[in-house]
């Protein structure tokens, strides 16, 4: 009796341990699904295969034609997409790097003669932002960004940063205070939140919110 007891509470033992282990592996599992869901708000490192998406690729030919149309003197061609992240937001909101390669087309214009844009070579770099809209007419929102803590190519209108004076220093944004009607400005908060969003991905232990500028 006393052994058929023993064997007893072993069993009982043994599948409580065995109930409770496949509740772990079937919460690890659950948990496995959700880190690969898309989380709303949440910004995201776009894959090689993701940007073959149409949406993307509609985005991507939207920056460069108006890029093109921000340059008098050149259009570009994409030599490649150097990174790309997407965010759900009201709509869709792709981040991308581009390499491209500025091609002379100012034969018409005066504003264009000169070895400084005629011989402009090399692959460029620019960052641009596309909010897509598929409501709205017209569904794409872009913009170009110059991080002051990074080197670009680029202004923030998009024109490729070309020096004729010989001159370094203009080739370079000098920092200035914005003012109080700046700081609000749809372009400036999209900064802001993009910062913000930067510090979110990398953070561990933290969720950062504004409290002020």
């Not at 990074?150 to 004076?165: H, K």
């Amino acid at each position: 009796m006393k052994w058929l007891t023993v064997l007893l509470l072993t069993y009982l033992t043994a599948v409580s341990f065995g109930c409770k282990l496949a509740d772990r592996e079937s919460d690890d599992q659950d948990l496995g699904r959700y880190s690969e869901r898309r989380i709303v708000g949440g910004q995201s490192t776009m894959s090689r295969e993701g940007m073959n998406d149409s949406m993307f690729q509609e985005a991507l030919a939207e920056v460069l034609k108006k890029l093109d149309d921000a340059n008098e003197c050149h259009n570009f061609q994409l030599v490649y997409v150097k990174e790309a992240k997407q965010q759900v937001v009201a709509g869709m909101k792709y981040v991308m790097t581009l390499v491209v390669k500025p091609i002379y087309s100012g034969d018409s214009s005066e504003n264009c003669r000169g070895p400084c844009f005629t011989d402009v070579d090399g692959n460029k770099e620019v960052t641009a932002e596309a909010l897509v809209q598929v409501w709205k007419e017209p569904k794409h929102y872009i913009s170009f960004k110059n991080p002051r803590d990074a080197y670009t190519d680029f202004n923030e209108d998009g024109e490729i940063l070309i020096n004729c004076s010989g001159d370094p220093d203009l080739l370079t944004s000098q920092p200035s205070d914005m003012s109080p009607e700046e700081l609000k400005t749809l372009q400036f908060q999209a900064a802001v939140q993009q910062s913000i969003d930067k510090l979110n991905d990398e953070a561990k232990c933290f969720y950062y919110v504004l409290d002020r500028i």
